[in-house]
T-cell receptor, first 114, second 113 residues
Framework: DAGVIQSPRHEVTEMGQEVTLRCKPI?????LFWYRQTMMRGLELLIY????????DSGMPEDRFSAKMPNASFSTLKIQPSEPRDSAVYFC????????????FGEGSWLTVV | AQSVSQHNHHVILSEAASLELGCNYS??????LFWYVQYPGQHLQLLLK??????LVKGIKGFEAEFIKSKFSFNLRKPSVQWSDTAEYFC???????????FGKGTMLLVSP
């Protein structure tokens, strides 16, 4: 079975540019999570969805960050405008539901903002 | 709010040495506990999990963890590490019945051949 698929795997962009990260969850999984990993702060939950609906976005750092899930098989995390401090690995993850099932992670999108 | 504390940021061991990585959590309710591993340049993979039942949980690659409720701990152990165990290890907790995870800061394990 295909796991969580993220794109791009690596992106280098200039400060001020818009960045869009994409995620396809595991088929049949109804819950989707976006995490950010940095050396300083570790793994942080940014936002999560259940049945395509955002449940909690309290982890989104600023208004520059937005996430959407237009359907059950696709989600985006957008940063506009990007800043160097946004450089991190962004992980998408999915689970069957929010009822305590195991969360499976994608391979991450490595973002560098210069 | 939940929090997870991993005691060691970096651990260096020789092959065949025994491993124990500490993890403590703070949360007043019933929890689910996880250990994830991240090999260099790769994504997080689930090593093992505890939901209920036997507090000694066995995972993949010879790893195990013991849930001690009175100590709010879920330490990861392996009797004999290999060079291929070099990776970062993350302890995580969720409220029982919920899937959102709170992670510790991670412990980087380096195993020298």
């Amino acid at each position: 079975d295909a796991g969580v698929i993220q794109s791009p795997r690596h992106e280098v962009t200039e400060m001020g540019q818009e960045v869009t990260l994409r995620c396809k969850p595991i088929s049949g999984h109804n819950s989707l999570f976006w995490y950010r990993q940095t050396m300083m702060r570790g793994l942080e939950l940014l936002i999560y969805f259940n049945n395509n609906v955002p449940i909690d976005d309290s982890g989104m750092p600023e208004d520059r960050f937005s996430a959407k899930m237009p359907n059950a098989s696709f989600s985006t995390l957008k940063i506009q405008p990007s800043e160097p401090r946004d450089s991190a690995v962004y992980f998408c993850a999915s689970s069957r539901d929010l009822a305590g099932n195991t969360i499976y992670f994608g391979e991450g999108s490595w973002l560098t903002v210069v | 709010a939940q929090s997870v504390s991993q005691h060691n940021h970096h651990v260096i061991l020789s092959e065949a040495a025994s491993l124990e990585l500490g993890c403590n959590y703070s949360y007043g309710g019933t929890v689910n506990l996880f250990w994830y591993v991240q090999y260099p340049g790769q994504h997080l993979q689930l090593l093992l999990k505890y939901f209920s039942g036997d507090p000694l949980v066995k995972g993949i690659k010879g790893f195990e963890a013991e849930f001690i409720k009175s100590k709010f701990s879920f330490n990861l152990r392996k009797p004999s590490v290999q060079w291929s165990d070099t990776a970062e290890y993350f302890c995580a907790v969720s409220s029982a019945g919920y899937s959102t995870l709170t992670f510790g800061k991670g412990t980087m394990l380096l195993v020298s051949p």
